[in-house]
């Protein structure tokens, strides 16, 4: 078990990188915690919405990040990834195992979701929901199965770490719901297979809303939730331009196992027809198809079909003990400290990978000249310049934060629009950095009110005339 739970996480720590934009306004959020001992409650890493109300709702994950990059450097974020991994592909196992009698049978299964799941290996907070979401799949389907209710008890637990980890605990409720929907509906509805009474998974999911609430903004954090709900369900620009949040292109074989796992679960599902578990799959499916960042879903849901479906063969269980389970993660994680020491993973080799990607060199320019701003940049840089400039920019990943009209604003200009020049952060901008091919680097390059001071192959830098 060592080495299936080690087996993921090590193929992910030798492809990982830091160079994901992202992950360094995470860190500089986890260190701006440290330092005010608080969250913060408006933003204060850019100029353009200066003052403007924002909730750090991933703060946990920040704070786990940036103790990482404290202790380890650059390399703490690669550990991140490859622990989560880990502890993902044993929490899949554990679930599968428990509907599944077949060892090899549960293995495949396992191996078959962790590999579906390769585009999602990355330094972000939704590998605690895939994780807190697999923990409490498991518990459901067995509860509903046995009818032992009292695993239930785990889930106002696994809720309060995940509202404070990641904004997708919401999926987790909408799931628990469904579940209490069936214990309903089962008194008069043969076809639902639940044994738990509605008491227990009402209580359960009144528990876990209440858990949602001990978080730094209360009951707060749900308009985040419902933000961001309504600009994806309006398809707006930052669908455009967030390439997670879109449709699945299917160019990848981890694309095309996602579309297995939901095709083989509808016709295991299709055996024996179940409401939990239909109204499950169907929730899984349109939201993994709708957005590649939920493509877990239907990996993790279609895993738990297929296992609880398929007939085994072998007429004994392989039992697996608390402590043999308990010993098999901890070798796993030992296993995968000595792999990123075998694979020479380290601060060098890390930033040496940032250097080819992100503007590493023009920021060290800036830097020496004490270019003053305010900064001009890139969507897609902007979360990396909060970290190593130190200078509040004018746009970053914070898709939902920033809202459509100012990203197709961005967006417009990067492209040199005709009306690029009008737009009213550029004009204000006493720095630009700006990645080397995009169009708006070109028409730079003859304007009058700005003058180019550094250019490598990845980004320029223009600075304001004066």
């Known amino acids: 078990m060592a080495i299936l739970f080690a087996g993921p996480a090590l193929l992910a720590a030798h492809t990982a990188s830091a160079n994901d934009p992202d992950v360094f306004w995470h860190l500089r959020t986890g260190e701006w915690i440290l330092q005010h001992h608080a969250v ?9 919405l200066a003052g403007k109300p924002w909730q750090a709702y991933s703060w946990l994950f920040e704070l786990i990040v940036f103790k990482l990059f404290q202790s380890q450097g650059l390399v703490g974020i690669v ?3 490859s622990a989560m991994v880990a502890a993902i592909t044993a929490a899949l196992f554990f679930m599968i195992k428990r509907l599944q009698g077949d060892f090899s049978v549960a293995v495949v299964i396992t191996l078959a979701a962790a590999a579906s799941l390769a585009h999602l290996y990355m330094p972000r907070p939704w590998m605690f929901t895939i994780l807190f979401f697999t923990l409490e ?3 459901l389907m067995q509860a509903r199965r046995t009818g032992r209710a009292r695993e239930l008890l785990w889930l106002p637990l696994i809720f309060a770490l995940w509202a404070n980890t990641h904004i997708e605990f ?3 409720l909408l799931v628990l719901g469904l579940a209490f929907a069936e214990s309903i509906v089962a008194r008069w509805w043969t076809a639902a297979e639940t044994r738990v009474p509605p008491a227990w998974m009402g209580g359960a999911l009144l528990a876990s809303i209440l858990a949602t609430l001990a978080n730094p903004y209360g009951w707060r954090v749900y308009s985040v939730v419902l933000d961001y709900s309504s600009r994806l369900a309006t398809g707006g620009s930052a669908l455009s331009m967030v390439s997670e949040v879109q449709a699945i292109p299917f160019r990848s074989f981890p694309d095309f196992l996602i579309l297995l796992f939901g095709s083989a679960a509808a016709l295991a599902w299709n055996r024996r027809f179940s409401p939990f578990e239909s109204c499950l799959l169907l929730f899984a499916v349109f939201e993994s198809f709708h957005s590649q ?13 297929l296992a609880s479906r398929i007939v085994s063969s072998q007429t004994t269980s392989v039992r697996v003990s608390g402590l043999a389970a308990a010993l098999a993660v901890l070798a796993a994680g030992i296993v995968v400290l000595a792999g990123l020491r075998v694979m020479r993973v380290n601060d060098a ?5 940032i250097a080819t990607t992100l503007p590493a060199n023009a920021v060290k320019a800036i830097q020496a000249n004490a270019y003053a701003g305010p900064l001009y940049d890139d969507y897609n840089w902007g979360g990396y310049l909060i970290w190593a400039l130190r200078m509040p920019v004018s746009m970053d990943g914070r898709a939902s934060f920033y809202g459509d009209q100012r990203i197709t604003r961005s967006l417009n200009t990067w492209a040199g629009q005709p ?6 952060d550029l004009k204000s901008a006493g720095i630009v950095i700006a990645p080397d091919q995009s169009a708006l680097t070109q028409l730079l390059w003859t304007d009058p009110h700005f003058q180019l001071v550094y250019e490598d192959k990845i980004a320029a830098v223009f600075i304001a005339r004066k």
């Open 170 to 172: 919401v999926d987790g």
């Open 40 to 48: 913060p409650r408006v933003d204060p890493f850019s100029w353009t």
């Open 79 to 81: 550990t991140y990834t």
């Open 293 to 305: 960042r939920d493509l877990w879903l239907t990996a993790v849901v279609g895993a738990a079909i």
């Open 137 to 139: 799949l498991n518990i």
């Open 349 to 353: 080799l890390l930033q040496t990978q």
């Open 419 to 424: 009306d690029w020049a009008s737009d009213p």
